[in-house]
């Protein structure tokens, strides 16, 4: 008798969804292969502690290969998957084609511009290594370049630094780059005056950090306040041109620095999949998380959209896309044994954000609360979700020389 191979699941993208969805049929009779463009998982929640020089780019990456070394039903393979034929079921990539019996799409997502092109060409975003490391090098460079101006009027250009998003990426990354700042490039850069630095943080709506309570939104505001960033709320902008920022209502502000956190939108391949997209670019799914018309397609993460109770869509978390891969997993073992998938539910765990040294801002089982006590929730937290036992240790260890020693190792400029 022939032995029928066992299903095949294709998963795409080894970020958080992809990584929960295979880790989940570790044990399952199946064959697995994942896919991703890059050879590593990466810990986007930390990228912003790379642009501002407290951890290097190995801390919060992994290779993938290394995470799944002792999964014997896996293969993984790196590519970028250009194409997808849903009646033929198989994908494109590296010019070869690959056959799936289910798929899980987990592609996640890049930074929306929104069509303003001049901050596209002129700012940095936070989304990659690269980004990040391009983001490190640019602030340290305009210390370097700061400390030789004479003309105090590009000194200060030099040394103001807008972040354009209120969100919990923006929000980190100006208390965190306001830390760095007063309490490590000060002794760097000790013939600096302090007054010349400014740290602008600009937010389109009239509070910060979203849909948090506004008690934290608040308490992030007044956190921030007191680590010296200025905060322009109900304030748009409409174009850099890479020495200054266009306010909506045409103010001007010189300034060499741009870190765009305020914008996300689907990854580029949902767009090229010829499937109904609804907010952001996200893909459409059934609340068993399949691509309409097509079962054995799933789609989880910030590439897909999917409405909690309330007619809102679920927010680009990776919680979200980890919990997606739970049900997902549950959907396909149902469907190999002949059962109707079950639907999706997500179960809010609540929000953090931490705003540097010793403050953050927590919503932990309807309880909100803010500084030292939500700082060691985030800290603990934080290490525990990175991958692989080193990370952790490496991490833990850098934070806590930089807390003790008031210090910040990687303040290195590798590229110009
Ligand atoms: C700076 C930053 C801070 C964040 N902070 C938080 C936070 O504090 N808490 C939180 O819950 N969430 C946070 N998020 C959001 C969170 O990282 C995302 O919601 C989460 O990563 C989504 O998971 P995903 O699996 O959908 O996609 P991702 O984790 O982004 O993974 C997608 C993977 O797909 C790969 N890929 C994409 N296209 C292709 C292709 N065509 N072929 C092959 N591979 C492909 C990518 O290389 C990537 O590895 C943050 C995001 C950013 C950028």
Do not use: C
Request: overall charge neutral; hydrophobic content about 45%; charged content about 20%.
């Amino acid at each position: 008798m022939i032995k029928k191979a066992p299903p095949h699941i294709l998963i795409i993208g080894a970020g958080f969804g992809g990584l929960e969805t295979a880790r989940r049929l570790a044990k399952a009779p199946l064959q697995i292969t994942l896919i991703d463009k890059r050879n590593y998982h990466l810990f986007q929640p930390l990228l912003y502690q790379i642009a501002i020089a407290g951890l290097t780019p190995s801390q919060i990456a992994y290779p993938v290969r290394s995470i799944f070394r002792n999964q014997k039903n896996l293969t993984f393979q790196q590519g970028e998957v250009e194409q997808i034929n849903f009646e033929k079921r198989y994908v494109k990539m590296n010019g070869s084609l690959i056959a799936y019996d289910y798929l899980v799409i987990a592609s996640g997502g890049q930074t929306n511009y929104f069509g303003l092109d001049s901050i596209q060409e002129n700012s940095h975003e936070l989304k990659n290594i690269e980004s990040a490391v391009a983001a490190r090098n640019h602030l340290l460079s305009m210390f370097e370049l700061a400390s030789r101006e004479a003309d105090p009027e590009k000194r200060r250009a030099m040394l103001t630094f807008v972040i354009v998003g209120g969100g919990p990426t923006g929000v980190e990354t100006a208390g965190a780059l306001a830390e760095l700042i007063r309490l490590v490039l000060s002794r760097d850069y000790s013939q600096l005056d302090l007054r010349d630095v400014q740290v602008l943080l600009l937010e389109a709506t009239d509070h910060l950090m979203g849909n948090y309570p506004a008690e934290l939104s608040n308490a992030t505001f007044e956190l921030l306040r007191r680590k010296n960033v200025e905060i322009l709320l109900s304030t748009r902008l409409a174009g850099y041109d890479g020495s200054r920022i266009t306010l909506g209502d045409g103010t001007q502000i010189p300034a060499r620095t741009l870190i765009w956190t305020a914008g996300v939108k689907a990854s580029e391949l949902a767009d090229k999949l010829g499937v109904d997209q609804a907010g952001l670019g996200r893909i459409k799914v059934e609340e068993t998380l399949q691509l309409p018309g097509h079962p054995e397609v799933y789609i989880i993460g910030d590439s897909a959209y999917f409405e909690d109770g309330h007619g809102q869509p679920l927010p680009m978390l990776a919680t979200v896309a980890q919990q997606e891969a739970a049900t997902t997993v549950k959907n396909i073992q149902r469907s190999i044994q002949g059962l109707a998938p079950i639907s999706f539910r997500y179960k809010d765990p609540g929000l953090l954000a931490t705003i540097g040294r010793n403050a953050a801002v927590a919503r932990i089982a309807g309880l909100s609360f803010s500084g030292f006590p939500a700082w060691v929730i985030w800290v603990v937290l934080h290490i525990y979700r990175l991958i692989g036992f080193r990370n952790r240790l490496l991490v833990l260890i850098n934070w806590a020389w930089d807390y003790v020693f008031y210090d910040s190792q990687v303040r290195l400029i590798t590229a110009e």
